[in-house]
């Protein structure tokens, strides 16, 4: 596996990485449809490419065999229960327990370090099993649960937040 910095050219694998891990995570709570729709609107080859480009909020991703398995972007950010946030990891499902995401993490963690940031947040669903566990074993605690609109849908969400000093 090699960790590299994102390139606009990588967009559409990064979309095809987000929908194998949407649907694999999400399916039975949101509807694959749901899940679709989504994916559809976050994660557009357009706006990824513009995404990728933003100097403040950096994108990795894990290549392994030639493919794209599993990307991560953050930056900072104001409001939230810290200065830093992941805004997004996924790795393909057929590659998850391969170390791909933990890789992706702490890469993201030493970009944010190096921007000065001392502490990082994300949201996960809270039915998210593999997903919570994940971040739970990465250092992350719960800051706050909450209920969102998602898919027009009301759901279960959970904030996390942990040091970037561990």
Known sequence: MTLRTATPDDAPAVQR????????????????DAVDD?????????????????D???????????DLVGFASGGPT?????????????????????????ALLERLFEA??????ESVWLAVLADNEVGRSFYEARGFAVHEERTVELADQEVEDVVMVRSLDE
């Open 56 to 66: 403040d909020r950096p994108m990795f991703v894990a290549v392994a065999d030639g």
């Open 38 to 54: 989504l994916i559809d609107q976050w994660y557009d080859v357009a706006g990824l490419r513009e995404s990728i480009e933003r």
């Open 112 to 117: 944010l370090r190096e921007a000065d940031s």
């Open 78 to 102: 104001e409001g939230g229960p810290a200065d830093a946030v992941v805004s997004r990891i996924y790795v393909h499902p057929d590659r998850w327990g391969e170390g791909h995401g933990t």
């Open 17 to 32: 990485v987000a929908r194998a891990s949407w649907h694999a995570a999400h399916d039975q709570v949101l509807g694959a």
